[in-house]
């Protein structure tokens, strides 16, 4: 088999034919080339995740996409939305067929080649995720997929605590901790930041976690570049 056709012969196995090949980005502009911040949103109640991911895409001062993978969810304030049937990411750690198909993966790279092409302007990418969805493949997704990290970074993983989501309760949930232990930071609505049993579960579960109230009026600035990987970019 000659090489063009070896080359379009794997293209087609991993169905990323209509994608932007890395070698095309010397032809997009210098701006649309660095990497795209993402951050990552989860949380079991609806509402407050939804209120969150509101008052962060209209207090930011920035263009956002959003993914989300709530269907039937509101209309955000966003140059674009994606909405994903089903997980996101179908499998943590699977063959290159399903990581190369999922959801999230897809979404991303529409999105980068609408953006490369000048359809859409966006600085930043939000992930909305399930209620009691698992965050850690959406993390390992924007980390190692290489599919992924050549045009977007993780920016950080924020987790929504609402009133009434006692540890027992999220104790009970199949993600609720991990989602709580693996957040850069926590939101509470102001109920659940009066409650002192809920704020020392998420002490517990996150001690170093930032705890955000949700009607912060810097709320953007108190979330967008709290994770790890964007301190260390930022030389803190």
């Not at 079991?44 to 209209?58: N, P, S, W």
């Not at 949700?214 to 301190?231: F, H, K, N, V, Y």
């Amino acid at each position: 088999m000659r090489r063009d056709e070896c080359r379009s012969s794997i293209r087609r196995c991993l169905n990323i034919a209509s994608a932007p090949e890395p070698t095309m980005l010397r032809f997009i502009p210098k701006a649309a080339r660095a990497k795209v911040p993402a951050l990552v949103v989860c949380g079991i109640d609806a509402r407050a995740r939804t209120e969150t991911v509101e008052r962060l895409l209209k207090g930011s001062g920035q263009r956002w996409a959003v993914i989300s993978n709530e269907t039937d969810g509101p209309a955000f304030a966003a140059a674009a939305t994606e909405r994903i049937a089903g997980q996101m990411v179908p499998h943590a750690i699977g063959c290159l067929c399903c990581i190369t198909r999922s959801g999230l993966v897809s979404s991303l790279r529409r999105l980068f080649a609408r953006r490369a092409q000048g359809e859409i302007l966006f600085d930043r990418v939000l992930i909305e995720t399930l209620a009691d969805t698992d965050p850690a493949p959406v993390m390992q997704t924007l980390l190692n997929n290489a599919l992924v990290t050549e045009y977007f970074r993780l920016d950080s993983v924020v987790a929504v605590l609402a009133v009434g989501e006692s540890p027992g309760t999220l104790a009970r949930s199949r993600h609720g901790c991990k989602q709580l232990a693996i957040a850069d930071s926590i939101v509470l609505d102001p109920a659940a930041l009066a409650a002192p049993e809920i704020c020392a579960g998420a002490r517990v579960l996150k001690p170093v976690a930032d705890l955000v109230p949700s009607d912060r009026p810097s709320l953007a600035a108190a979330l967008i570049g709290a994770g790890l990987e964007t301190r260390l970019l930022d030389g803190d």
